[in-house]
């Protein structure tokens, strides 16, 4: 082989690995999107994005609702409290520091007690409801209030509440 074929072919092979090394970085960039997507966990069904509502629109949504009506919404919040029992409920921010009741459609499904604070995207039927001074109660029981805080429940309140059937928790 001459000095020139072997020149070529050693051409050919630098070029070769150039391809190598950039096919191996872009299926790796690859591979670590999609184990990004497959690190957000789903609680219910699992659903899309479509119409994200902003916490203010939210907020303005569930203040004109009355009681007993309600409202299919998506929207982005923070989890400022999970059932400590078994995570059959939690409540999350709104603006104004207003607070909303999350539970779970058909208690299908629970959510993990370690999200506190964390953002979640919840899908469902947003209401206002009249909720009973036993309601409030074991809500507070289970949210490891003292009997002392519990005792302080006496009247009957109106509260925002959430329905979800799916919430997305990113990581």
Request: charge should be negative; proline fraction near 4%.
């Amino acid at each position: 082989m001459s000095f020139a074929g072997i020149s070529t072919f050693l051409g050919f092979m630098k070029g070769f690995n150039i391809l190598l090394a950039f096919l191996f970085g872009f299926f790796t960039c690859l591979a670590q999107q999609e184990a990004e997507l497959d690190a957000t966990e789903f609680y219910g069904e699992k659903f899309k994005i479509t119409s994200l509502s902003d916490k203010s629109e939210v907020m303005s949504q569930f203040a004109s609702l009355p009681v007993s009506d309600s409202l299919k919404l998506q929207f982005k919040t923070k989890v400022k409290e999970v059932c400590k029992v078994k995570g059959c409920w939690m409540i999350v921010e709104l603006p104004e520091g207003e607070q909303a009741m999350v539970r779970f459609k058909d208690y299908g499904f629970f959510m993990p007690a370690d999200i506190l604070e964390k953002e979640v995207v919840l899908n469902g039927m947003a209401f206002v409801e009249e909720m009973s001074v036993g309601d409030q109660q074991h809500y507070a029981k289970d949210g490891g209030k003292t009997p002392e805080e519990i005792a302080k429940i006496t009247a009957p309140k109106r509260t925002y509440s959430f329905e979800a059937s799916g919430v997305i928790v990113p990581n």
